[in-house]
């Protein structure tokens, strides 16, 4: 039997790709953090750029906040 254990692992990456809609590029940071348990995941949550995803859509005008 394991004993208990908590770890949390950050992972950090990038999201690549082209919105086949428009072609338009995608290259969106993310960052990742899971938290373990007796080697079993007992939460995740990810942090990303969804503004630049929503501009790449054509959601948002690409506009510079003021």
């Known amino acids: ?7 949390t692992v950050v992972v950090r990456g990038r999201y690549r790709g082209i ?6 590029k995608l290259d969106a ?3 990742q953090v ?3 348990r007796n080697g079993i995941i007992i939460s995740y949550q990810e942090y990303t750029d969804s ?8 959601e948002i005008s690409g506009r510079k906040a003021a």
């Not at 039997?1 to 770890?7: A, E, I, L, T």
């Not at 919105?19 to 338009?24: E, S, T, V, W």
Request: proline fraction near 7%; hydrophobic fraction near 35%; aromatic fraction near 18%.
């Open 1 to 7: 039997m394991p004993c208990p254990v908590s770890v």
């Open 19 to 24: 919105y086949r809609k428009n072609g338009k």
């Open 29 to 31: 940071q993310f960052v």
């Open 34 to 36: 899971f938290k373990l």
């Open 51 to 58: 503004y630049q995803y929503a501009e790449v859509m054509g």
